[in-house]
């Protein structure tokens, strides 16, 4: 059974700091995904992870995919308030009809 | 945005009565999953949708039943609603694309049981 574990589950950071998310998950997956949920609010997609080594960018944070260590990372460059919000990683269960597991999620509070 | 709608938004029932919740689609994609979603439980799922009338439990599937009737339309029916039941559930769509198969989510649907 596929397991995912994030930490840390809660983060409150100052502005301008930097953090880094971290997801481990427990079987062979080479497929995982990173989602930013603002309160009272649907998912929204950040990050598709498709392949060992694999790094992605946007603004202020970079998601990065280390398959053989079955780690994933969310790093935070100088944070602002507009990132606070709940960050779910999920990892694909492999040959599945593409199920997800979601990790536990990780509630950021960015304060001035 | 991808075309995903859940009704209704909000719903509050009694226990014992049965509940359905509806997710409709305009993407025509084949996968279709129903999660619930509770705090400190991230989010799990309770059955999926891999084309018309093919689906599956996920891993919390108990008390819950779904139907696939056309592409569009994935139905999630509790039997007969539990105060256990009370959460926030999220219909996700998926594309057929092998190598993404990124899912996209609804708006959800505030479930509460008295």
């Known amino acids: 059974e596929l397991k995912v574990e994030q930490n840390p589950l809660f983060l409150s950071m100052q502005e301008g700091k930097n953090y880094t998310i971290y997801c481990n998950y427990s079987?062979?997956?080479?497929?995982l995904y990173w989602y930013r949920q603002d309160p009272g609010k649907s998912l929204e997609s950040l990050f598709v992870?498709?392949?060992?080594?694999a790094v992605k960018q946007e603004g202020r944070l970079m998601a990065s995919l280390d398959t053989k260590a079955r780690l994933s990372t969310l790093h935070i460059t100088a944070a602002v308030h507009d990132l606070s919000a709940t960050y779910f990683c999920?990892?694909?269960?492999?040959?599945?009809?593409?199920?997800?597991?979601f990790g536990k999620g990780t509630l950021l509070t960015v304060n001035p | 945005d991808a075309g995903i709608t859940q009704s209704p938004r909000h719903k509050v029932t009694e226990t014992g009565t049965p509940v359905t919740l509806r997710c409709h689609q305009t993407?025509?994609?084949?996968?279709m999953y129903w999660y619930r979603q509770d705090p400190g439980h991230g989010l799990r799922l309770i059955h999926y949708?891999?084309?018309?009338?093919?689906?599956d439990k996920g891993e919390v599937s108990d008390g819950y039943s779904v139907s696939r009737s056309k592409t569009e339309d994935f139905l999630l029916t509790l039997e007969s609603a539990t105060s256990s039941q009370t959460s926030v559930y999220f219909c996700?769509?998926?594309?057929?694309?092998?190598?993404?198969?990124?899912?996209?989510f609804g708006p959800g649907t505030r479930l509460t049981v008295t």
């Open positions: 996700a769509i998926s594309e057929s694309d092998r190598v993404r198969h990124e899912q996209y």
């Open positions: 079987t062979t997956s080479d497929r």
């Open positions: 992870l498709l392949s060992n080594g």
């Open positions: 999920a990892v694909d269960n492999r040959g599945s009809n593409y199920k997800l597991t």
């Open positions: 993407e025509n994609h084949r996968y």
């Open positions: 949708s891999y084309g018309v009338k093919d689906t």
